[in-house]
């Protein structure tokens, strides 16, 4: 059975419908009406591509469509896990992009943990880098050697995002004394390859 023209264009507008809608709200359209029909694909307002073939003869359109989010944010941990107890200041560095890669402006807070889970420092402001967009909190390295717990919360499109991540503060000596075991395993390694 072939499709007449009031299908087809009944089609292609539902699936430009569907395609703003979506768009509207972030996310990527895609859909098919049979193999050889009408297509679009959308994943911006800028992007749109709609392309129209001619139905095949014997071809009930049959109408596909999918939703995948654009909108997710990167949202992750840049800064350091190693600290040497006394070092000084320490920084929570977090990178928090949307799908186009664009800095998102919102307020993001910082929680640590001492490695005994009691508060080493309560929920704080973060500050944002003005040219980089990267968000940050510098404190003072902690004194007590072990693994401290750090959370990040920021509010984005009405959502709490968190993310966890560990830090380890050290004493000197033990970082230089494993080091030091770290090359002398790699020396050894070396020698035993040249050996055989």
């Given at each position: 059975m072939e499709a007449d023209e009031g299908t087809k264009t009944f089609f292609a507008v539902a699936i430009i419908v569907l395609s703003v809608f979506a768009v509207g709200f972030g996310m990527?359209?895609?859909?098919?009406?049979?193999?050889?029909?009408?297509?679009a694909l959308w994943n911006t307002v800028d992007d749109l591509k709609v392309r129209v073939n001619s139905l095949t003869e014997?071809?009930?359109?049959?109408?596909?469509?999918s939703f995948s989010s654009l909108s997710t944010p990167t949202f992750e941990f840049v800064s350091s896990t190693e600290y040497t107890r006394g070092d000084?200041?320490?920084?929570?560095?977090?990178?928090?992009?949307?799908?186009?890669?664009?800095?998102?402006?919102?307020?993001?807070?910082?929680?640590?943990?001492?490695?005994?889970?009691?508060?080493y420092i309560d929920w704080s402001v973060m500050t944002q880098h003005w040219e980089y967009g990267n968000y940050y909190l510098n404190f003072a390295v902690p004194l007590t050697i072990g693994i401290y717990d750090q959370e990040v919360r920021c509010l984005v499109s009405n959502k709490n995002l968190s993310l966890g991540k560990g830090f380890h503060v050290g004493n000197l000596?033990?970082?230089?004394?494993?080091?030091?075991?770290?090359?002398i395993d790699e020396l050894h390694q070396d020698v035993m390859m040249s050996v055989t």
């Open positions: 990527k359209y895609t859909s098919k009406i049979s193999d050889n029909s009408v297509e014997n071809t009930t359109p049959k109408l596909s469509y000084g200041n320490g920084s929570t560095i977090i990178k928090l992009l949307d799908y186009k890669g664009n800095n998102i402006n919102t307020t993001c807070y910082e929680k640590i943990l001492y490695p005994d889970k009691s508060v000596t033990d970082m230089i004394e494993n080091k030091i075991d770290s090359k």
